[in-house]
């Protein structure tokens, strides 16, 4: 008796596992014979691209902000201090190095602040 259900639990378990890959999304396709299939959709994970992206814009322009209020020999002593640090503080500091994208984001800020 207990043979007789092995076809029937292995077709159970194959509707059970089909059914929870479509709980994250179903792609639906109509045959050629006008039947409509839903098909669990292939997943990929997604990298945040936009998200990482905004947030290394957001640091450049948060340093200019801050190369533009303090001026060039201000920032530049507080980095050194920075790099005198613990090395946390010496992470920081190579990350708020001056670069191009630094001065010319202070640079169009001083234009647009007095």
Do not use: C
């Not at 006008?34 to 340093?63: E, S």
């Amino acid at each position: 008796m207990a043979q007789a259900n092995v076809p029937f639990d292995k077709r159970l378990k194959r509707i059970v596992r089909r059914h929870d890959r479509m709980s994250h999304g179903v792609v639906k396709t109509v045959t050629a014979d006008g039947l409509i299939v839903a098909r669990p959709r292939a997943y990929r994970p997604r990298f945040p691209l936009k998200g990482i992206l905004a947030l290394v814009v957001t640091g450049f322009v948060f340093k200019g902000f801050l190369f533009a209020s303090l001026g060039d020999q201000a920032y530049q002593e507080r980095v050194s201090v920075l790099s005198a640090g613990s090395v946390m503080e010496q992470a920081g500091a190579w990350v708020m190095q001056p670069d191009v994208a630094t001065i010319y984001i202070a640079d169009k800020v001083k234009t647009i602040m007095p």
